[in-house]
Structures are given as C-alpha cells and as structure tokens.
T-cell receptor, first 113, second 116 residues
Framework: GESVGLHLPTLSVQEGDNSIINCAYSNSASDYFIWYKQESGKGPQFIIDIRSNMDKRQGQRVTVLLNKTVKHLSLQIAATQPGDSAVYFCAENVEGGYQKVTFGTGTKLQVIP | GAVVSQHPSRVICKSGTSVKIECRSLDFQATTMFWYRQFPKQSLMLMATSNEGSKATYEQGVEKDKFLINHASLTLSTLTVTSAHPEDSSFYIC????????????FGPGTRLTVL
C-alpha cells in the first residue's frame, strides 16, 4: 500500500518577492552546513554552503545566515522566480571534513506567478 | 564539473527479485560515496557510506545483507536491493564528493524503485 509521508512545511511566495526558508539544526558540534534544492523526481542540487566560523555567506540571489547560538540556519532567496519552486533542505556535517551530512525535514517553496 | 549519474532512473520489479543500482562519478574520482533513501514527502535518510576498496559502513537499522554495496572503483558504486519487497519501494539517491578539495557532496538524479 501507499506509505503515509510527513506533510512538508510549505512557503508560498509571490513572484518577485524575497523568500526566507528557516532550518533548526540539532548538533552544536556541526561545523559545515549546506542548502540543497530538490525538484520533484530529481536528486538534490547544491545551492550554497557555510562553515561555522562564518555567520553569513552570499551567492547569486541567495544568502545563507548562520546563528550558532540558537542553532539556526536560514536561506534567503532574492526576487523569487517560478523556477525556484522546489523543496529546500538544509544539511549539517557532523563529522567535520568527512562529507557525511544529515538532512533536515525540508520546506516546500511555492512561487505564485 | 562534479557530475554524478545513476542507472537506471526507474525500475519496476517483482517481489523477491534483486535489483542493482549504479552510481558513477563522471568527471572526478570519489573514494567515498553515500547512498540515501527517500520516501514520499520525507527527507533523505542516509543508508550507508560506500568506501572504495573496502566494506561499506551501514547506518543503524539498515540491513547490510539486504542492501549490498560494492565500491569497485573510484568512479563506481553499486547498491543491490536483494529479495525486494513492496516496502523497499522508494527513491534511492547516491552522492559523492571531491576530496580533498571540498566537503561538498554532489548528488545523482536518483533511482525510483517500485516493487510489485
């Protein structure tokens, strides 16, 4: 039978507005964090990463903020476009430099044209 | 660069049969690859770490005799689901990283397994 999955948190944003996707991580020893974008039926796509010695990093239209005090990570997408519609996962590296990462639960971003 | 491929992209099999999924790093060498499973509307769950030339390391709760992993070369890892059952139906995704230059993992496109 069909498995019952979790209901993903959904963020609906008007095209052209900025999006902010939040993530709480669990391990205070994590020193490397990554945001991935996953479109339906595809593998995760790397967006941006940040190390624990930084609190902000900017890419093209994206910014990641890290607050180690409260173990919080956010992804900001500027001028959101329909092509940004996807599920976004944060991931943390809990073994520093070994590449093994743990994924968060994910947030579905819906861009309204 | 940093492209990871998987084959097949979709597979449907009968209960009790075995299915092999290939993961290849196309333009880099990967001493370590990772295998994940993802159920609908859920996150990726790490199943095992595949090490070139040695045995895979399995996460707690993952049966190593059911999910056979072989990392035969620096560009190829295979996952074989043995005696598949309907509950093994899932989206299987592999990843690999370029070492030592980066810790970033690059993911394959995934394989949709449906067991009838």
């Amino acid at each position: 039978g069909e498995s019952v999955g979790l209901h993903l948190p959904t963020l609906s944003v008007q095209e052209g507005d900025n999006s902010i996707i939040n993530c709480a991580y669990s391990n205070s020893a994590s020193d490397y964090f990554i945001w991935y974008k996953q479109e339906s039926g595809k593998g995760p796509q790397f967006i941006i990463d940040i190390r624990s010695n930084m609190d902000k990093r900017q890419g093209q239209r994206v910014t990641v903020l890290l607050n180690k005090t409260v173990k919080h990570l956010s992804l900001q997408i500027a001028a959101t476009q329909p092509g940004d519609s996807a599920v976004y996962f944060c991931a943390e590296n809990v073994e520093g430099g070994y590449q093994k990462v743990t994924f968060g639960t994910g947030t579905k971003l819906q861009v309204i044209p | 660069g940093a492209v990871v491929s998987q084959h097949p992209s979709r597979v449907i099999c009968k209960s009790g049969t075995s299915v092999k999924i290939e993961c290849r790093s196309l333009d880099f060498q990967a001493t370590t690859m990772f295998w994940y499973r993802q159920f609908p509307k859920q996150s990726l769950m790490l199943m095992a770490t595949s090490n070139e030339g040695s045995k895979a390391t399995y996460e707690q709760g993952v049966e190593k005799d059911k999910f056979l992993i072989n990392h035969a070369s620096l560009t190829l890892s295979t996952l074989t689901v043995t005696s598949a059952h309907p509950e093994d139906s899932s989206f299987y995704i592999c990843s690999a990283g370029i070492r030592p230059s980066t810790d970033t993992q690059y993911f394959g496109p995934g394989t949709r397994l449906t067991v009838l």
